[in-house]
């Protein structure tokens, strides 16, 4: 060494001394170098070794605090973005970001950046054919580079390229991130400068990524751990439902067999099935009419209320019921706005059977929909058990009825009995009321009978070709007034008795009445209830005579009359019998037809003039009975059927 340079070399050495770093004490080095270069990089390393050993010390302590960091990041997600900031602060880098296998679109991209200037940084996908990734895939080791667009040790991608530019990124380390030998994704650290990573740097990086690997495939492990505790927990969830509506049903299924063991009508069914679902059941009887319903208070939808006022599509509802008898389920007939129909039908052995209409809002569930089915079931098993029932009651209330009227005396215990039957007292009167119709086939006349006589305590069925109910007189007069309603085309008409307080006087009674309805009959169809007492002379008088006789002696004596225009000979019948019935006294008629006597005064003219008078005892006979039998053949409401108004 040359005596010239040994003050340059104490200044270097005092200067290391004072702890100067090694960027400040680099311009003596380099001044030094040009004549002693050994001296120099000697030195050089001497003023570099405390900022090394300082960063060796710093990026230990770094990989320490990583370590821990990572095992304690159990997100995934969570986890790359900590991989990454740490891995760029060990380094001092400028760019990190960690790439991992797209397995979906065979290519790898960036799952997490950070330091990237540019947006399409965090986007960068690569093949294993280009770029640094093929490269570590193949070795499974780091690679670096302090000029990655000009370095030729791999193949480069156009995209990958001209994203780099763009970044500015010029040095580049990667590491691959392993666990158990596979690789689960690749580290990068990059820097806008040209940078020879040392092989501490490296050496921290790649223990940092070995750690990175142990915790991701932790992190993974823990991911589907959650996944099986929550499908766990999920089928627990079903399970314990499963087991609440395995509960409900065996419930269900308990009160329907309750009910039917009690005998319970089919109110009781319906109401229960209605609150199984929340909602409304109807039942239809073979002729698609609602029978009955009942709706549940939670039900607020709309398809019942247009099942019930008939606007509901009558197609669906034949399909759907034609599909649930071939399949023995329910089947769904409409569905709006959340409210949903379905039909169930009844089992009974026949063609055309009984069904129900089911309303209900949302979706019911599987099991509570096989309970609704099977509560129909029993629903089917009490209506057949009902109907056998009222056969049973049927049978029994016939063969009292026809005890009553066909012997006589009838016997104590049969007149017992009928009181016990009808829950009368021994002095309480009953009445009878002879019932025919016009119209339909018997069938229909009795279905007819039976339901207009439901509910009602009274004695009913068929008793030589007409049906003659017996009961207190409050049930025969309601019994009287629906037979009278039209309905579905079947009018009915017959005879009223007075009150009958013997029952032994019943029989006598009805032969009367029989006998005075097949006179009526012979002369017109009865078309509405009649008191017997209106028309007990006539029917002995024409108990034997020939119909046409006496329709012809009524057309004959009523001809001056009916030549009359229709309202004129209507209000003329009317108020001749009228007035005899009222023995001839103007006053009374004018009373009980509600006009002036001055009216009734000049309508009795008129009839003297077109009917010749009534002086001659017989013609007024004559006369009179015309006008009644004209007046009991009438149709009810019409003109000839009245006798108030004038």
Same mark, same amino acid.
């Given at each position: 060494?040359?005596?010239?340079?040994?003050?340059?070399?104490?200044?270097?050495?005092?200067?290391?001394?004072?702890?100067?770093?090694?960027?400040?004490?680099?311009?003596?080095?380099?001044?030094?170098?040009?004549?002693?270069?050994?001296?120099?990089?000697?030195?050089?390393?001497?003023?570099?070794?405390?900022?090394?050993?300082?960063?060796?010390?710093?990026?230990?302590?770094?990989?320490?605090?990583?370590?821990?960091?990572?095992?304690?990041?159990?997100?995934?997600?969570?986890?790359?973005?900590?991989?990454?900031?740490?891995?760029?602060?060990?380094?001092?880098?400028?760019?990190?970001?960690?790439?991992?296998?797209?397995?979906?679109?065979?290519?790898?991209?960036?799952?997490?950046?950070?330091?990237?200037?540019?947006?399409?940084?965090?986007?960068?996908?690569?093949?294993?054919?280009?770029?640094?990734?093929?490269?570590?895939?193949?070795?499974?080791?780091?690679?670096?580079?302090?000029?990655?667009?000009?370095?030729?040790?791999?193949?480069?991608?156009?995209?990958?390229?001209?994203?780099?530019?763009?970044?500015?990124?010029?040095?580049?380390?990667?590491?691959?991130?392993?666990?158990?030998?596979?690789?689960?994704?690749?580290?990068?650290?990059?820097?806008?400068?040209?940078?020879?990573?040392?092989?501490?740097?490296?050496?921290?990086?790649?223990?940092?990524?070995?750690?990175?690997?142990?915790?991701?495939?932790?992190?993974?492990?823990?991911?589907?751990?959650?996944?099986?505790?929550?499908?766990?927990?999920?089928?627990?969830?079903?399970?314990?439902?499963?087991?609440?509506?395995?509960?409900?049903?065996?419930?269900?299924?308990?009160?329907?067999?309750?009910?039917?063991?009690?005998?319970?009508?089919?109110?009781?069914?319906?109401?229960?099935?209605?609150?199984?679902?929340?909602?409304?059941?109807?039942? =239809? @009887?073979? +002729?698609? &009419?609602?029978?009955?319903?009942?709706?549940?208070?939670?039900? #607020? *939808?709309?398809?019942? %209320? /247009?099942?019930?006022?008939?606007?509901?599509?009558?197609?669906?509802?034949?399909?759907?019921?034609?599909?649930?008898?071939?399949?023995?389920?329910?089947?769904?007939?409409?569905?709006?706005?959340?409210?949903?129909?379905?039909?169930?039908?009844?089992?009974?052995?026949?063609?055309?059977?009984?069904?129900?209409?089911?309303?209900?809002?949302?979706?019911?569930?599987?099991?509570?929909?096989?309970?609704?089915?099977?509560?129909?079931?029993?629903?089917?098993?009490?209506?057949?058990?009902?109907?056998?029932?009222?056969?049973?009651?049927?049978?029994?209330?016939?063969?009292?009825?026809?005890?009553?009227?066909?012997?006589?005396?009838?016997?104590?215990?049969?007149?017992?009995?009928?009181?016990?039957? =009808? @829950?009368? +007292?021994? &002095?309480?009167?009953?009445?009878?009321?002879?019932?025919?119709? #016009? *119209?339909?086939?018997? %069938? /229909?006349?009795?279905?007819?009978?039976?339901?207009?006589?439901?509910?009602?305590?009274?004695?009913?069925?068929?008793?030589?070709?007409?049906?003659?109910?017996?009961?207190?007189?409050?049930?025969?007069?309601?019994?009287?007034?629906?037979?009278?309603?039209?309905?579905?085309?079947?009018?009915?008409?017959?005879?009223?008795?007075?009150?009958?307080?013997?029952?032994?006087?019943?029989?006598?009674?009805?032969?009367?009445?029989?006998?005075?309805?097949?006179?009526?009959?012979?002369?017109?169809?009865?078309?509405?209830?009649?008191?017997?007492?209106?028309?007990?002379?006539?029917?002995?008088?024409?108990?034997?005579?020939?119909?046409?006789?006496?329709?012809?002696?009524?057309?004959?004596?009523?001809?001056?009359?009916?030549?009359?225009?229709?309202?004129?000979?209507?209000?003329?019948?009317?108020?001749?019998?009228?007035?005899?019935?009222?023995?001839?006294?103007?006053?009374?008629?004018?009373?009980?037809?509600?006009?002036?006597?001055?009216?009734?005064?000049?309508?009795?003219?008129?009839?003297?003039?077109?009917?010749?008078?009534?002086?001659?005892?017989?013609?007024?006979?004559?006369?009179?009975?015309?006008?009644?039998?004209?007046?009991?053949?009438?149709?009810?409401?019409?003109?000839?059927?009245?006798?108030?108004?004038?």
């Amino acid at each position: 060494m040359e005596r010239d340079s040994l003050p340059l070399v104490s200044r270097i050495v005092a200067e290391m001394v004072e702890g100067q770093q090694a960027s400040a004490v680099q311009p003596l080095l380099d001044q030094l170098g040009t004549d002693h270069a050994d001296l120099a990089e000697d030195l050089g390393r001497l003023a570099r070794a405390p900022e090394e050993t300082a960063l060796a010390e710093r990026g230990l302590t770094l990989l320490i605090e990583t370590a821990h960091d990572l095992s304690s990041t159990l997100s995934l997600k969570e986890l790359l973005g900590k991989i990454v900031s740490r891995a760029r602060n060990l380094a001092g880098a400028h760019v990190a970001w960690l790439t991992m296998l797209d397995e979906d679109e065979g290519l790898f991209r960036n799952y997490a950046t950070e330091g990237n200037l540019s947006p399409g940084t965090a986007e960068m996908k690569a093949d294993i054919l280009h770029g640094v990734v093929g490269h570590i895939m193949q070795t499974k080791s780091f690679f670096t580079t302090a000029d990655y667009l000009n370095d030729t040790g791999f193949r480069h991608s156009e995209a990958l390229d001209e994203q780099f530019r763009r970044e500015n990124i010029s040095s580049l380390a990667g590491f691959p991130i392993l666990s158990e030998g596979r690789v689960m994704g690749l580290l990068f650290v990059a820097d806008r400068y040209s940078r020879k990573y040392s092989g501490r740097e490296i050496s921290v990086i790649g223990s940092f990524a070995q750690h990175a690997g142990v915790a991701m495939n932790n992190a993974r492990s823990f991911a589907r751990l959650s996944e099986a505790l929550d499908t766990a927990e999920q089928a627990r969830g079903s399970l314990q439902r499963h087991i609440a509506e395995v509960e409900d049903s065996a419930h269900s299924h308990d009160e329907m067999m309750s009910l039917l063991a009690r005998g319970a009508d089919l109110q009781s069914f319906m109401q229960r099935m209605a609150s199984l679902v929340s909602g409304a059941i109807f039942y =239809l @009887d073979p +002729g698609f &009419q609602i029978r009955d319903e009942v709706a549940d208070s939670r039900y #607020s *939808g709309t398809l019942g %209320e /247009a099942l019930r006022d008939g606007k509901m599509d009558h197609a669906a509802l034949l399909s759907a019921i034609a599909r649930s008898r071939r399949s023995g389920r329910s089947e769904l007939m409409a569905e709006r706005d959340g409210d949903r129909a379905l039909v169930l039908s009844l089992h009974g052995g026949l063609p055309r059977g009984d069904s129900l209409v089911i309303c209900h809002q949302g979706d019911i569930g599987r099991i509570p929909l096989r309970n609704l089915e099977r509560s129909a079931v029993a629903l089917s098993i009490a209506k057949l058990w009902a109907e056998k029932r009222q056969a049973d009651q049927l049978i029994a209330a016939s063969t009292l009825l026809r005890h009553l009227v066909l012997v006589s005396p009838p016997d104590a215990s049969t007149l017992e009995a009928v009181r016990d039957r =009808l @829950d009368m +007292g021994a &002095q309480e009167p009953v009445q009878m009321l002879l019932v025919t119709f #016009s *119209g339909p086939d018997r %069938e /229909a006349q009795t279905d007819h009978v039976r339901t207009a006589a439901g509910r009602l305590s009274l004695l009913v069925d068929l008793v030589d070709d007409a049906y003659l109910a017996v009961g207190p007189l409050p049930e025969i007069a309601q019994l009287a007034e629906r037979l009278q309603r039209q309905d579905r085309g079947v009018t009915a008409g017959g005879l009223l008795s007075p009150p009958v307080t013997a029952l032994e006087d019943c029989a006598a009674t009805w032969r009367e009445m029989s006998g005075a309805l097949r006179v009526m009959q012979r002369i017109a169809p009865l078309t509405r209830v009649i008191d017997h007492a209106e028309i007990g002379l006539f029917g002995r008088l024409f108990e034997q005579a020939d119909p046409e006789r006496i329709r012809d002696l009524v057309a004959r004596r009523l001809a001056p009359i009916r030549a009359r225009d229709p309202k004129g000979r209507a209000q003329l019948a009317r108020t001749l019998l009228c007035y005899f019935d009222c023995q001839h006294n103007m006053a009374r008629t004018a009373d009980s037809l509600s006009v002036h006597v001055n009216t009734v005064r000049q309508r009795l003219d008129t009839l003297r003039h077109v009917t010749g008078g009534w002086d001659d005892p017989t013609t007024f006979l004559e006369l009179h009975v015309a006008l009644r039998l004209d007046h009991l053949s009438a149709a009810p409401g019409t003109d000839r059927g009245r006798r108030g108004s004038g």
